[in-house]
T-cell receptor
Framework: NAGVTQTPKFQVLKTGQSMTLQCAQD?????MSWYRQDPGMGLRLIHY???????DQGEVPNGYNVSRSTTEDFPLRLLSAAPSQTSVYFC?????????????FGSGTRLTVV | KQEVTQIPAALSVPEGENLVLNCSFT??????LQWFRQDPGKGLTSLLL?????REQTSGRLNASLDKSSGRSTLYIAASQPGDSATYLC??????????FGQGTRLTINP
């Protein structure tokens, strides 16, 4: 049981480049989300999904796209990278918060935009 | 808008001491509250999850309490060890499956 797997672990991008951060879970969790962690700002929600085909915006969605074609995968796309998107990105999943289940986090992707 | 505050921001204590980390939140309409541990450069490890209907949860030397009416949670660590040094994050679970995080308490246990 691998839990939540994020790839890559590290990435350096040039301003204007695009890329996709991958997230996969093998726990059959319905709920998945992306957070970014910045010094002094804590973790902030970017986008989330309550099931395959359903996504919604979180607190800081600008510059990011998501899709959820399968239960297992929830990729995060940076459309045109900017230095302000330098951050550590975490993917998380949960069976059901309404039923009281907690979240499991991946190990993170450290992204630097130059 | 839910706001989560953790005090203190940093704490340094000698090994063996019992200690309490504090978390407060502004909106009591929560599903649950989760405490995480984060080591430098690493991901988040879940420590304890308290359902909104519960008052406390225990795991080993850790005990977390929840008082929804006052908007507070505490994480009690007994007989602290150097390996407990890490940043501890409190996160409130609310509608639409969202977690709202505090900014964490950086804990250092001195041998």
């Amino acid at each position: 049981n691998a839990g939540v797997t994020q790839t890559p672990k590290f990435q350096v991008l040039k301003t204007g480049q695009s890329m996709t951060l991958q997230c996969a879970q093998d726990m059959n969790h319905e709920y998945m989300s992306w957070y970014r962690q910045d010094p002094g700002m804590g973790l902030r929600l970017i986008h989330y999904s309550v099931g395959a085909g359903i996504t919604d915006q979180g607190e800081v969605p600008n510059g990011y796209n998501v899709s959820r074609s399968t239960t297992e995968d929830f990729p995060l796309r940076l459309l045109s990278a900017a230095p302000s998107q330098t951050s550590v990105y975490f993917c998380a999943s949960s069976y059901s918060m309404v039923l009281g289940d907690g979240y499991t986090f991946g190990s993170g992707t450290r992204l630097t935009v130059v | 808008k839910q706001e989560v505050t953790q005090i203190p921001a940093a704490l340094s204590v000698p090994e063996g001491e019992n200690l309490v980390l504090n978390c407060s939140f502004t909106d009591s309409a929560i599903y649950n509250l989760q405490w995480f541990r984060q080591d430098p450069g690493k991901g988040l490890t879940s420590l304890l999850l308290i359902q909104s209907s519960q008052r406390e949860q225990t795991s080993g030397r850790l005990n977390a309490s929840l008082d929804k009416s006052s908007g507070r949670s505490t994480l009690y660590i007994a007989a602290s060890q150097p390996g407990d040094s890490a940043t501890y994050l409190c996160a409130v679970g609310e509608g639409a499956q969202k977690l709202v995080f505090g900014q964490g308490t950086r804990l250092t246990i001195n041998p």
